[in-house]
């Protein structure tokens, strides 16, 4: 039976699950797009149409939503008969929208962990704060709760399963590393949503290290890797989400997060949060408005959606994983290149909002034709990794891996 599904969310990454879902419209069934500007919501629909992505003939229809009201979510889930909600609004939604899959039986993906608007850099693990309290309501509803389940989170942590379950005995160590190597033309703007983007950074910089959550500052800790198609690159510890479930779930001493950044990125966040502009608590100006001052910078940056037609470059995400196999130590690197123009073609977004998306459909299609429909609670490490890169492989996301035996892809394995 089709499994219909309602997408909640109108940007770049939202744009990309639309079109991939359309692509695989003979298993997912009618597909819905939601979200609070309805204008976003038809612009993604046409340029479904344009690129001709659905495979059969099908509904593809828009509405308009805040996701933050939960009885007209649930009563939009219901209306769609829809049976796997994929969320990829803001970071704020995931609670409201976890609620209303709960109390309506739909099966929940999210691809970023949920944050509380007045509240930067909680307690680790983050997780532990939000989602996983809701564990229990999850199991008692039957329904399947996939968290994370983009690119970093998500792929990243099912590289990580995959490293523990065939290429080591035991692990030492998982150097995240992300880095976009792609040119959008313009002087200053941030990837994906800039409020959620800043946010990442402002505040305290957690990894796992010797099996304890250690802090540092932002951009404190520099590293530069030798990485396959983009080279050499500059990268700085930062705290992500996949660190907080990874630390848990696998038996590894040290977790760490490691993202590219340039000069003029380093220098203009540097200057904006000195002024405090990057702050998420209200203050009054002089004329009496009260502004949320991160709010006002993301109002005046480019639209990241917007910065899809003139992207070039490509992009190098993976796990670095370090252990012992058969008592000798080894490394290996498990990742994946994407192109931004290649993208843009296909689906209409930059290779940001590609890795994101692509991941979100992949696990859709998993829980439609049961292979992780475990009707729990789950990170992406917690489940099979192979049915879900040889997938991944298949919908524009391959895998390589690099080690002793040299650099080739994944696929010769799967």
Known sequence: MKKNVLIIGAGGVAQVVAHKCAQYNDVLGDIHIASRTLAKCEAIRASVHEKRSMKTPGVLDVHALDALDIEA????????NTSIVINVGSAFLNMSVLTACIETGASYIDTAI???PLKICETPPWYGNY????????????ITAVLGA????????????????EYFDSLDSIDIIDVNAGDHGRYFATNFDPEINFREFTGVVWSWQNR????????????????????????????????????RNLDVPHVRFWMGFGERYITVFT????????????????EGLEVVPLKVVKAVLPDPS????????????GDLVKGKKNGREREVFIYNVADHKAAYEEVGSQAISYTAGVPAVTAALLIADGTWDVKKMVNVEELPPRP?????????????IRDEEGDRPLSSTL
Not at 131 to 142: N, T
Not at 306 to 314: H, N
Not at 388 to 400: A, K
Request: glycine share 6%; aromatic share 8%.
């Open 212 to 247: 304890q959550w250690t802090s540092n500052k932002m951009f404190e800790v520099r590293k530069d890797w030798d990485l396959p198609v983009v080279g050499n690159r500059k990268t700085y510890m930062t705290g992500h989400d996949e660190i907080h479930s990874l630390s």
């Open 306 to 317: 917007s910065l899809a037609p003139d992207y070039t470059g490509k992009t190098c995400i």
């Open 150 to 165: 983009g690119f970093d989170p998500g792929v990243v942590n099912a590289y990580a399963a995959l490293a523990r379950d």
């Open 114 to 116: 949920h944050e509380d």
């Open 73 to 80: 979510t649930k009563a939009l889930i219901r209306k769609t």
């Open 271 to 286: 200057v904006l949060k000195n002024l405090g502009l990057l702050s998420e608590q209200p203050i009054k100006t002089a």
């Open 131 to 142: 989602e996983w309290k809701r564990r229990e309501e999850v199991e008692k509803a039957g």
């Open 388 to 400: 879900f890169l040889r997938l991944l492989d298949e919908m524009g996301l391959p895998t390589r």
